[in-house]
């Protein structure tokens, strides 16, 4: 089975452009959720979608917007770039949802997409 | 204020060693806590995953402890490989609000030497 595929791989933009990121999960999988991976802050969950609909939201400002679509696919879109924006983001997918009170909501992460904003 | 936090922040330890990563938590309720694996320059890789009631929870040289009470994990690595210099994760899970939420650790950076 293939992996969590994430494109592109690398992205340069500058401030106040805005980018669109793509996730495509291991087929089967309902669940995506995207994480922001800097040196400074970690691993921050932004938010995840399941069956077309966001689930949860980590604490990012509206700037940051995702969506799903039938085929369990994911964007990730990023308006009016910040400096701090630049990171590591991540997609994971998972056959269920947190939201339904699983133990075992097991990710399986993709390799990222390393945006840098001049 | 929930939170995770893992020391050491970095280890340098030679290949054959054992090693042990902390993980405390203050996140109530909790749910479950995860160890991840991440390779520089790639998405982290579940190592493994414990709920409240779970002591032990092993995968191959990797052997994570819980110890619910005190609100402690430990990721234990027994005869390191040069393959397991990686950054380490601890995730804990927790309900608030009616929302299910994700705590992230830090890391720690493992570098295993010849």
């Known amino acids: 089975k293939a992996g969590v595929t994430q494109t592109p791989r690398y992205l340069i933009k500058t401030r106040g452009q805005q980018v669109t990121l793509s996730c495509s999960p291991i087929?089967?999988?309902?669940?995506v959720s995207w994480y922001q991976q800097t040196p400074g802050q970690g691993l921050q969950f932004l938010f995840e979608?399941?069956?077309?609909?966001?689930?949860n939201k980590g604490n990012f400002p509206g700037r940051f917007s995702g969506r799903q679509f039938s085929n369990s696919r994911s964007e990730m879109n990023v308006s009016t770039l910040e400096l701090g924006d630049s990171a590591l983001y991540l997609c994971?997918?998972?056959?269920?949802?947190?939201?339904?009170?699983?133990?075992?909501?097991?990710?399986?992460f993709g390799p990222g997409t390393r945006l840098t904003v001049l | 204020k929930n939170q995770v936090e893992q020391s050491p922040q970095s280890l340098i330890i030679l290949e054959g060693k054992n090693c042990t990563l902390q993980?405390?938590?203050?996140?109530?309720?909790?749910?479950?806590l995860r160890w991840y694996k991440q390779d520089t320059g790639r998405g982290p890789v579940s190592l493994t995953i414990?709920?409240?009631?779970?002591n032990t929870k092993s995968n191959g040289r990797y052997t994570a402890t819980l110890d619910a009470d005190t609100k402690q994990s430990s990721l234990h690595i027994t005869a390191s490989q040069l393959s397991d210099s990686a950054s380490y994760i601890c995730?804990?899970?927790?309900?608030?609000?009616?929302?299910?939420?994700?705590?992230f650790g830090s890391g720690t950076r493992l570098l295993v030497r010849p």
């Open positions: 979608y399941f069956s077309e609909t966001q689930r």
């Open positions: 994971a997918s998972s056959p269920t949802t947190g939201a339904l009170k699983r133990d075992y909501n097991e990710q399986f």
């Open positions: 993980c405390n938590y203050t996140v109530s309720p909790f749910s479950n």
């Open positions: 995730v804990v899970s927790f309900w608030m609000d009616s929302s299910y939420k994700l705590i």
């Open positions: 414990m709920t409240f009631s779970e």
């Open positions: 087929s089967g999988h309902r669940s």
